[in-house]
């Protein structure tokens, strides 16, 4: 063991709107709780507003969100902007679920950072983070601004 | 920027106050060089402890709790403890799912964390924690443990009122009796008391209180009377009783000077687990692991080799 700080991945798990599917999710939590990632759920029904104040106070490096039911093209771009005006762009935004083609370009744009579709192998979701966080890392902005 | 972060947190920005939180948690000598500084500013919150078994339903407890205590108009922190895994150091934090209620309101902040290798039913920097909450000006903090059992009591060092979680059909007499937890509380409440059983577990938990009260060699120095409380959090009854017993134990506390001793003891606890998590890490070197692999091969017995590993300790060295 050293002695060095070692910073725990944390990732804010959520769902949107009245979208009630709950599998996707918790196995997602389970796979990333495997590979030592603090995971944080935030329960059903949460509006963009509440997704960014939880991500704030939990100060969790990633959010991301299960959307398995439409309503995905008007909540995911406010979360994006709250969390912007709320100077927590740095955090990288996720979404997973039934995203149809023809409204990812949209999403993206918006500034949702990567879109897992159904049938996802959660170690990919898993190795995409750790590639992620390794990078920020090394960037040595992990620990960025406030 | 490590002044603004100060700052905020002196002038109650969540932001700031979160983020030392995760330097706390990481190990970041930031975090340690934050509270350095904010210190003189903390020892006004109350401190309240809801510990209990897995499945007490501490959560809604405490989610019912935040908003009986909102309703009189107090600035409500809260730090929901979960396990972490033994094996990878992962967590599922889902304290945060019963209290979602309470997202948007800033007079309440909500902080789930992982235990990360502390035993005892409290997390690694959970003390810290609450040093900046006070320090926010949260009037209360609230500390949810992770489901503990007999002896798991560290949250009696931490809190200035521990409130005791129970249900009906849980475990028979003898184990009420034995159990550390039992000894310890400030507060007793009996949640989902609408279930078949409560009124045994009503009197087992009584006649522990009697048994308590009259074994007692000396007097409670706050002069406090324990209650027995009764809930069913799921419908949100018991709230107002609850936050009114946890108000009087703050001013029993008060008149009677024990709440300058409590936080005393914390204080105490604090800077004892400090010491015992840098040295257990200090221990833990390429040069001890040789120690250790002596006692493995049966060179040395373990008597020995707990010796020569603190000898290799020493001294000195920043805490982070």
Redesign the interface.
Known sequence: MQDDPKQRLRVLLAKLGMDTHTVGITIIGHALREAGIEVIFTGLKQTPEMVAAAAIQEDVDVVGVSSLSAGHTRSLPKLARLLREQGAGDKLLIVGGVIPEEDQPHLLEAGIDRIFTMGTDTRDIVRYLEEWWTQKQAQGSAWGHV | ?FD??VA?VLAG????G??V???L??????GSAVVRQIFPATGRAQIVGITGPPGAGKSTLTDMLVAELRRRELRVGVIAIDP??PF???????D???M?RH??DPGV????M?T?GQAGGLSRSTHGACLILDAMGYDLIIVETVGVGQEEIDIVHLAHTTVIVGVPGLGDEVQAVKAGLLEAGDIFVINKADREGYLATHRQYEMMLHLRETSRRNPDPAGWSVPLLRAVAQNNEGGPELADAILAHLDALEASGAFARRSATREREHVLGLVRDHLM??S?TAESDAVMAQVEARLIDPYTAAEKMLALIGTGGKL?
């Open positions: 920027m603004d972060i905020g920005k969540v932001a700031a979160a983020r939180i995760r330097w948690d990481d190990r970041d000598p930031r972490s895994s990878t150091g992962g967590a599922i934090l889902g945060r799912v019963r979602a997202a948007l902040f909500i902080r789930s992982g990360r890490r200090r833990l982070k």
